[in-house]
């Protein structure tokens, strides 16, 4: 990860790498938001805001959401 990869100016993305993943995580901030995978695009939807954000390279991906956080896991 960059250090400027965001879903927006204020909403930092982390990333964490393991031998057989990478994982992704934003605090929304919202708890009624939805996240799906469109081909290589994470699409998350906190009304009234959209947001894209590029996946790593990996063979499974999936998204969801829980408390506000986003997660995105992607096995390698």
Same mark, same amino acid.
């Given at each position: 990860?960059?250090? !400027?990869? *965001? #879903?927006?100016?204020?909403? &930092? /993305? $982390? *990333?964490?790498?393991?031998?057989? $993943?990478?994982?992704? @995580?934003?605090?929304?901030?919202? $708890?009624? @938001?939805?996240?799906?995978?469109?081909?290589? !695009?994470?699409?998350? /939807?906190?009304? &009234?805001e959209q947001y894209?954000?590029? #996946? &790593?390279?990996?063979?499974? @991906? *999936?998204?969801?959401?829980?408390?506000?956080?986003?997660?995105?896991?992607?096995? *390698?």
């Open positions: 990860m960059t250090a !400027t990869q *965001r #879903l927006d100016e204020d909403m &930092p /993305v $982390s *990333r964490y790498e393991y031998d057989d $993943s990478v994982v992704l @995580a934003a605090d929304l901030g919202a $708890s009624e @938001a939805t996240a799906e995978i469109v081909g290589d !695009t994470v699409i998350v /939807v906190a009304e &009234p894209d954000l590029a #996946l &790593p390279e990996g063979e499974d @991906a *999936r998204a969801f959401i829980k408390n506000g956080v986003l997660t995105v896991e992607v096995e *390698r």
